[in-house]
């Protein structure tokens, strides 16, 4: 049996603010989620080279682009902010920085949407932890996870790409004939 790590990083503007920092570890069939508050790239970085994750996923937009990508577009409907504000120009450009610093170290980086994570699994993020921040990066090492798990689908185009969750086949409890 394979162990697996994977990292989900709700990533900050600035290095000065909180990120949320999760790692999700499978050992021997049991997963194991820990998540705490994190600052600099520098941090970020050794605590990827430490833990040797296949995969870290971004909450943030991964591009140089100063406007918005279509999938930025198609991802509104989840909340997503509009390229063009100041603040999400400054964390695309650190996101974009930073994955390509992660990329180098051999590992694969994706960009995610917590709440499409969210909704399309069925889970109250909240539930996760009572820091938005650490939630939201729970919610991305989650679908790091289903990722390597072949349980997600890329969408978007050349500008830009996110992974979500493939919806469940399942009719949830509450919508399931008595």
């Given at each position: 049996?394979?162990?697996?790590?994977?990292?989900?990083?709700?990533?900050a503007?600035?290095?000065?603010?909180?990120?949320?920092?999760a790692?999700i570890?499978?050992?021997?069939?049991?997963?194991?989620?820990?998540?705490?508050?994190?600052?600099s790239d520098?941090?970020?970085?050794?605590?990827i080279?430490?833990?040797?994750?296949?995969v870290?996923?971004?909450?943030?937009?991964?591009?140089?682009?100063?406007?918005?990508?279509?999938?930025?577009?198609?991802?509104?409907?989840?909340?997503?902010l509009?390229?063009?504000?100041?603040g999400?120009?400054?964390l695309?450009?650190?996101?974009?920085?930073?994955?390509?610093?992660?990329?180098?170290?051999?590992?694969?980086?994706?960009?995610?949407?917590?709440?499409?994570?969210?909704e399309i699994?069925?889970?109250?993020?909240?539930?996760?932890s009572?820091?938005?921040h650490?939630?939201?990066?729970?919610?991305?090492?989650?679908?790091?996870?289903?990722?390597?798990?072949?349980?997600?689908?890329?969408?978007?185009?050349?500008?830009?790409k996110?992974?979500?969750?493939?919806?469940?086949?399942?009719?949830?409890l509450?919508?399931?004939?008595?």
């Amino acid at each position: 049996m394979q162990n697996k790590v994977v990292i989900g990083i709700d990533l900050a503007g600035s290095e000065n603010n909180r990120s949320g920092f999760a790692i999700i570890k499978e050992e021997f069939g049991q997963k194991d989620t820990k998540s705490r508050s994190i600052f600099s790239d520098v941090e970020i970085l050794e605590e990827i080279s430490r833990q040797k994750p296949e995969v870290v996923c971004f909450d943030a937009p991964i591009t140089k682009k100063k406007e918005n990508r279509k999938i930025d577009i198609q991802m509104q409907k989840y909340g997503a902010l509009s390229l063009s504000l100041p603040g999400m120009q400054v964390l695309a450009k650190r996101a974009h920085a930073l994955a390509n610093k992660i990329k180098k170290l051999g590992v694969t980086v994706l960009e995610i949407n917590p709440k499409a994570t969210a909704e399309i699994i069925g889970i109250e993020p909240q539930s996760l932890s009572k820091s938005t921040h650490q939630a939201d990066a729970i919610l991305a090492a989650m679908t790091g996870f289903l990722y390597l798990e072949d349980k997600t689908k890329e969408i978007g185009d050349d500008d830009g790409k996110i992974i979500i969750p493939q919806p469940s086949r399942k009719k949830p409890l509450s919508q399931t004939p008595a």
